[in-house]
Each structure stands twice: as structure tokens, then as C-alpha cells.
């Protein structure tokens, strides 16, 4: 008779402030490492890598946007001849919750594996293993560390005969890319995503050397590619599902070798055999140089990008080794993708070295006269572990704050050498309603309609970036549609509400963010009826969308207000000395 292997697969979430796992009834953005560690185990379901008389079964959960259920999954588990649990892609403010799910599997004696950038990252810069990846490994919890292209048929050999190891370390091993196992993900489990989006990598690594990222040092600075085909391959497979949204989770698909031949196939794709889908890329500020790029970006689907700004300080830009962002070209950039109608997005750091609660306001100014830019995100500056600015400040014994679930940029876990705490978090919050005012949401409404874009797609999107941050008190990447609250899901140590107390309280916090969210919407719906009303709308003009020279562009306050840090970045232009005092 057949023998059953069961995986589960479980991307965890992490906690809120008051310790509930955060879950939506859609979520927003899809796991890559979900899709290629499904896709992996799928390849070896097939193959019969256990023996012929052994049948893998998978499930996936994102917990983003489903319940973990422990004790009926233990249950499930517990039927099969043999079994596994995988926590996939934990990150590390995602760290604590994995251990806690980890933890009720354990007691239950079924044998679980976690791996992702929290431990990959933590393994690859410090010189010793982390005192809580040691804690876990004494519960009985295996870390993997690395990717697991041509492993996975060992992993699994391993779990079946019952001989997992304590740690399986392989950052040292980057596998290629090449015709390698695709990611992809059941129907079922990308339409809980909001958008049905899903996602694959069509490369990994960086060659850039920003201390503030974890990508050079977990993927590697030397980039992996997959090739045209496997890129067919993934959106034919997805489109037999009907999923035809995805997000290409390279860092920066401009650094991808192959580019342009893949954008070419997507054209072809789209134009010659007929198939419809749209993709969100993840480029810098280099890419407009490309000739074509942009043009193709758009032709291959692409609607909405996101960009590597960062910030427009050379000398923080300077600190943080992103000497690759010159300011000069931002609004350029900018404008070739606004002319491409493609919806930007920038994330934009807050508490670089030099940074003030003035200098900030400031600069959040400038851009928004200058720079035609839809949307922003704007983040803490923020050590994470396989960073290099992690692994100097672990060294100097400087203070971070020991709760990782802290870690998802929208939490301040360090100190700054200029401002206070108290400075620091409240200018990262007015960042957010300094840029997201009703009359600068009308203006980008303004700049997007005069392109002929999706103006009321690009509105939502900004009421949703703010709404998450003043409503739902989480960062707009992780703030999916319909927030969920199980009593019984909250961070171990803390005392389960009440149900008496809990469930009175959940349904009157419901009520009042529903209303909340009304009152936003309708507080901007004005602006956005003035545009679409607006007949010459079309011919509409501002400074940001207005084409520059060389020589009108020294007159920008962006380039007037950095003329003394200019010169410093590499090949930078001569500025003119004229100063322009700064708003």
C-alpha cells in the first residue's frame, strides 16, 4: 500500500502591538519564498523523490490572510505515515511569531523547520549563532539557512526517515537559477491575496552595497538569473489558473542581465499570443539610463513599479553606500516612468545620520513641488540582521531592541544621534501626513490625469497608504483589506482576553476603523471628482512635470539646497552657485 508524506507549508505573519497575530481577509503582498518552496516540494511530489510507494501531500497557509488552526492541522498531520512542517520566508519581525507557532507543533512531537532572512541573514554577518536562533534549536526547531534549489530532495529524505539536523546551513552555496524548480502557488492560495497578485523571482542578488539591506548579504552581491524560458513557463502555468497579476520580487530588475530579453518574451507574450496580465517591478533610480527599458517595462505590463529612492541627501545617501542614487536624475526618472503611465512608488527612509525633524520636513517638500511621484513609503531606518548596519552596531554593543517583532521598519528599535525617541517617532508619523494632504493628493491626481493614467486606481492607493498608518496603525505593505482578530491568537507570554471583554471590544473597534476609513475617503473624494470633472485636465502642467535642461535644472531646490554635497558623489554635475533658501 501507498504511504503518505504530509508537508505543511506556513508563512507566519507577526504581532501587533497588543500581541495579535496582524491577518486581513485579503492580504497585500505574496511570499515568493511560499511559491518557490511549494513549487520545489510540488517537483519533488512529482518525481517520487521519497520512493515510488511514497506519496508527498502539500498544504500552504499565509497566515497573512488565513488562521492557523494548530490543533486541527496537528490532528491532519498526525494521519500520514510521516510529515513535516515548514515556517517559510521568516523574516525577522516575523521571528517571534514563528516560534510561537513552532513551539504547539513541538509539544505535539511533529518535527518543524523554519527558514528565511531572519536566520539566513543573521548566520551570514555575525560570527556565531544568535541567541534566539540557539533558543529555538533547543525547543526542536530545525533552521535552515540558505536556498533550497537542488536541497530540497535531501531536506525531505531527511524528515522521513526521521534524521532532520539541528541546522542546515548553506549561505556559503548559492545555487543557480538557470532552468531551475519554478515558484508557483495553488489558485485557492493567491486569490486570497488582495489584487489575486502572485509573485516569482526572475533573478536574485544585488550588486550594490547599501549598508541598510539584507538582499546583498543573504542572496548574494552576484547576481542569478532565470532565463526567458523559465519566465514563460511561470505566467503560462499561473494563467492556466487564471492569476495574471505578479510581482516580480527581484530587488531591481534593472540589474537583471537578461532584461531585456525577458521583457521582450512578456511583449510577445502579451501582444502575439494574446495574454493579459500586469506586473509590479522593483527597479532604482538607474534604470531610465537603459535605453528602452521603461518603454518596454510598460509594453511587457507593467503597471506600477517600485523605486529605490531612499532618500535625496547625497551625504546620507553617501553613508549608507547607495552611491549609486544620483538626486540630479530623480525627476527625470521620474517623469519618463510618469510619461510611461506607470504608477511610481518610492520608499524613502527616515533617520539617516544627519538627518532632523526640520531637515526632513524640508526635504519632504522639495519633493513634493519637484518630483512627479505617486506614492511613498516612508520607513524607519532600521538595522535588520544580515545587514551591515546591524552586524557594526552588534559589534559596538550599541542599544537595539531585543523584541524582533519590532523589526518591520515601522517601529523605531534603535537611537538616533540628533533627535530623541520621542522626535524621531513623531516626525516619521507627520512624514506621512505631511505628503498625504488633500491638496497634494490633488495635485498627483492632477500630474496622473494629465498622462491619461488610472487616476482612480492611483487614489485609492494613496488613501490606503494613509489609512494603514493612521487607522490600522500598520505599514502599508503589510495592510491588506478587512482587518481579523482570533482572541485566542495572541504572542505567548500574554494573557488571553476575556471573552466577554475581547469580543464587545473587537466589535466596537471595528466599527469605529470602518467609520474611520468612510471619513478618509470621503475627506479626499472631493479632490478626486475636481480632477475627473475637470475637462482640460489633460493639459494640465507643474514645475515636476515640466521637461528641463541641464542648465534649468541647477535652479531646482533640490540640486540649490545640496549644492555643497553635489560635487562629493561620483560623477556628479558642476553646480551652479546660486542659492535658493529652502521652504
Partial sequence: MSKRFSVLLIKPSHYDDEGYVIQWLRAPIPSNSLASIYGLIKDCSERKTLGDDVSIEIDVIDETNTKVEIGSLIKSLKQ???CLVGLVGVQTNQFPRAVDIAREFIAAGIPI????????GSIAMLPELTPEIIAAQEMGLTIYAGEAEGRMDALLQDAWSGELKSLYNFMKDLPHLEGAVHPILPADAVR?????YTSFDAGRGCPFQCSFCTI??????KSRFRTPDDIETIIRANAKQNIRRFFITDDDFARNRNWEVILDRLIWLREDQGLKFKLTLQVDTLCYRLPGFIEKAARAGCARVFIGLEN?????????KKRQNKIWEYRKMLQAWKDAGVITYA???????????????????IIKKEMPLDLIEFFFLTPLPGSEDHKILASRGVWMDPDFNKYDLNHRVTHHPLMTDQEWDKVYL???KQFYTPEHVETVLRRDAARGARTKALYSSMIHFLGAILIEKVHPLECGIVRRKHRTQRRHGMKLENPLVFYPKRAIEAVSVAISWARLFLKFRPAMKRVLADEDRRNYSDLALTPTSDIEEQDMELIQVFKEAIPKTHGAPVVADKV????
Fill in 430 to 432: 507627520d512624514s506621512w
Fill in 80 to 82: 500520514a505515515d510521516g
Fill in 216 to 221: 546583498i548579504n543573504v542572496q548574494g552581491r
Fill in 580 to 583: 535658493v533658501s529652502a521652504k
Fill in 312 to 320: 535625496i541627501d547625497p551625504d546620507a545617501l553617501s553613508a549608507a
Fill in 347 to 365: 520608499g524613502y527612509i527616515l533617520g539617516f545620520p544627519d538627518d532632523t525633524p526640520e531637515k526632513i520636513r524640508r526635504n519632504i517638500e
Fill in 192 to 196: 486570497k491575496m488582495a489584487g489575486a
Fill in 113 to 120: 523547520a523554519a527558514g528565511g532572512f531572519h536566520a539566513a
